[in-house]
């Protein structure tokens, strides 16, 4: 009984999302509340059948027909004739629901996330929602915020898509396409929400960034990967690598300064080196540039054999074509090491008068490195003090 219930539980997990994504491809006229409705009964019938029956060969295969059924019931209660008149006839393989359908579903419901109707965080949250397969209370966890803010949010985020009839569909290759660039930058924020975590919640962040990797592959090996997407898997890449070194054994940051670098995963660098060097383009995104940056810190074997300059060179061009505090902090900090001190600090003086980013642990360690280059202690330990209380405080901000 027990293992059962382990088993469903661990196919919610897993499939909830991607259920819910074929119920709305197969039907394009239901809701997503709907949808849902009709998944979780399929596993409430799951709970109170699998315990006497048995488990299903075809575990999955046989929760998609009872949401299936469930939606066109629905639909036929409800005289929503629309929902079953627009319904799409999926072929009689994807019904099945092999593996590599369902992973074909969640990089569609990925895409229909994506609507740039759906303010940023929205596309995440339904993207950690209806693709991560996360549960309310563990998406309010992962982004620092109230469970019933995050609920707040997603219902607003369903009325919006049934009063403006946003399409939650990707049927046609240009649809997808257009959404392409917008797919990246969610996955991206999916990853910088799992990588400033920190103390308690360093496994919960490692397996955040580990799901957008994981997102970034589907494209990865899909028709609609480009130079971007190649780019962006790069720099997860870079950045996983260094995992194992980031934190001491009580959960506290490591600075990249001070960092074990045989612990780095060297096999994971060279791979990220090859997707950077096959994602060539005749224009950069800011994803190279980024994996760029990344791929001369883990060059260096030790830290003082850090090539600065280049770094700097990087950091100028991706301010030119995405400019951003956080990429600035980073630029000033790499500033100090080529000894521009008063450069990088009108940059990091002029962000710290900003009430929003002097709460910025990166911002007040690199005001600390900047007075302690200087000789200056005392100032130096207020700053990095000021920063490390920063960290302990849950949702605080950071950069990759």
């Known amino acids: 009984m027990i293992e059962v219930q382990n088993e469903i539980g661990a196919l919610y997990k897993e499939n909830f999302g991607q259920l819910v994504s074929l119920l709305l491809l197969r039907f394009p006229g239901l809701s997503i509340e709907s949808a849902e409705d009709a998944v979780q009964d399929a596993f409430a019938e799951a709970s109170a059948l699998w315990p006497r029956s048995g488990i299903p060969q075809n575990r ?13 019931n629905q639909s036929k209660r409800s005289k929503r004739n629309e929902a079953l008149s627009s319904a799409v006839e999926v072929p009689v393989h994807i019904e099945e629901v092999a593996e590599h359908h369902l992973k074909d579903a969640r990089l569609q419901m990925l895409l229909a996330c994506c609507n740039n109707h759906l ?59 257009e959404r392409l660039s917008i797919v990246h930058k969610v996955i991206y924020l999916i990853f910088s929400e799992g990588y400033k975590h920190s103390g308690c919640q360093i496994k919960q962040g490692e397996e955040l960034c580990e799901e957008a990797l994981l997102l970034n592959k589907y494209l990865f090996d899909s028709p609609l990967c480009n130079a971007e997407t190649k780019a962006l898997q790069s720099l997860l890449l870079f950045n996983i690598a260094r995992f ?45 540039l980024e994996a760029a940056i990344a791929c001369v810190h883990c060059s260096a074997s030790r830290f ?97």
């Open 60 to 72: 999955a295969g046989w929760l998609y027909t009872v949401s299936k059924n469930r939606s066109i």
């Open 119 to 177: 303010a940023p965080k929205t596309q995440v949250i339904l993207a950690l929602k209806y693709v991560a397969n996360l549960r309310v209370k563990n998406i309010a966890l992962q982004l620092g915020e109230k469970e019933d803010a995050i609920e707040k949010m997603l219902y607003r985020a369903r009325q919006k898509i049934k009063e403006e009839s946003l399409v939650l569909s990707s049927a046609t290759e240009y649809y997808k396409k």
């Open 244 to 288: 194992p070194a980031r934190f001491d054994a009580e959960g506290k940051v490591i600075e990249l300064e001070h960092q074990a670098r045989h612990l780095w995963n060297r096999e994971m660098i060279d791979l990220a080196k090859q997707f950077l060097h096959d994602s060539k383009a005749p224009t950069f995104s800011p994803y190279h």
């Open 304 to 400: 003082e054999e850090t090539n600065w300059a280049d770094i700097c060179k990087y950091y100028e061009v991706l301010l030119t074509i995405y400019p951003s505090p956080f990429a600035e902090i980073n630029y000033a900090t790499s500033l100090l090491y080529t000894r521009q001190f008063e450069k990088a600090y009108r940059i990091l003086d002029g962000l710290n008068r900003n009430p929003w980013f002097n709460r910025s642990h990166i911002l007040n360690t690199a005001l600390g490195k900047y007075f302690e280059q200087l000789g200056n202690k005392e100032k130096a330990r207020v700053f990095f003090e000021k920063a490390a209380e920063i960290v302990r405080i849950p949702g605080s901000r950071s950069s990759l």
